[in-house]
């Protein structure tokens, strides 16, 4: 005979374990802005400490105290703005004509099938040549004034933005094109509103990589008789053995190529608002 304490727990419902999800169990304890700056600094900490211990001499690599108190003896002379705006300007002027001749180049040879056929053999040709072993025939053409350091800097900015705007001109889904076609959009229509914005990106990548190169050439080509600029107070810091200088150069490219992804990002958050994308966990 059943009690009535056994009909009771028949009736009751069934235990359920409800599981915590991530986004339930509230904030992480640990920020992430935490997270990012904690590796940076202990490698910083490390550094300080091998070179107070004297297991990193000052002739190897200066301690970052001695970079700190260097770099501010260098903006206090003048010398860190003077050498920014300089390689600056030629970072942005290389940026601009690398920029410029990419895009014509990898649209024409993007839309047009005999762009393609004139155009593209003779890029993918030139860009497996290296941008750095162009130097000498930059300085026979152009001399040993500004010109070469800005063609360096264009040429290392147009291989990689050329192959990312082509691939995202070509990558684009035709079934998009076909609609656009049959709502009745021309020929420019469907580029100005589908081809192209798909290919955005794209081409946003290879204009974040293109930055990178750029920083690379300039100090390659701020080797070619440069009287002024970050590479011309590296290689001048090479003669005397001042690490403290070259580590302060090394700081100011880096931070000036996180200033410039840091724009190209600023970009894609206003020209791809329109593009939901995966952002991680």
Sequence with gaps: MTTTSERARAQAP???????T?????PARVPRWVVKTASPVLLVALWQVLSSTGLL??????SPVTVVETAAGMWADGAVQSAVVVSGARVVAGIAIGVVTAVVLATLSGLFRRGEDVIDAPVQMLRTVPVIGLIPLLIIWFGIGEEPKI????????????????GGIR???ATLVEA??????????????VILPSAMPQFLVGL????GTAWLALV?????????????EMNRAREFFETDVIVVCLVLYALLGLVGDGIVRLLERGLLSWRPAFSGR
Excluded: C, K
């Design 171 to 173: 990558n684009v889904d």
């Design 208 to 211: 974040r990589y293109s930055l």
């Design 57 to 62: 001499p000052r002739d190897v690599l200066a």
């Design 22 to 26: 991530r986004q339930t169990r509230g």
């Design 180 to 193: 656009a076609r049959t709502l009745g959009l021309g020929w420019f229509g469907q580029v100005r509103h």
């Design 14 to 20: 069934p235990d359920v374990e409800t599981l915590r």
């Design 220 to 232: 390659f080509g701020e080797t070619i008789n440069a009287t002024s600029g970050i590479g011309y």
């Design 151 to 166: 063609v360096l800097i264009g040429l290392a900015v147009t291989f990689p933005l050329y192959m990312n705007l082509f």
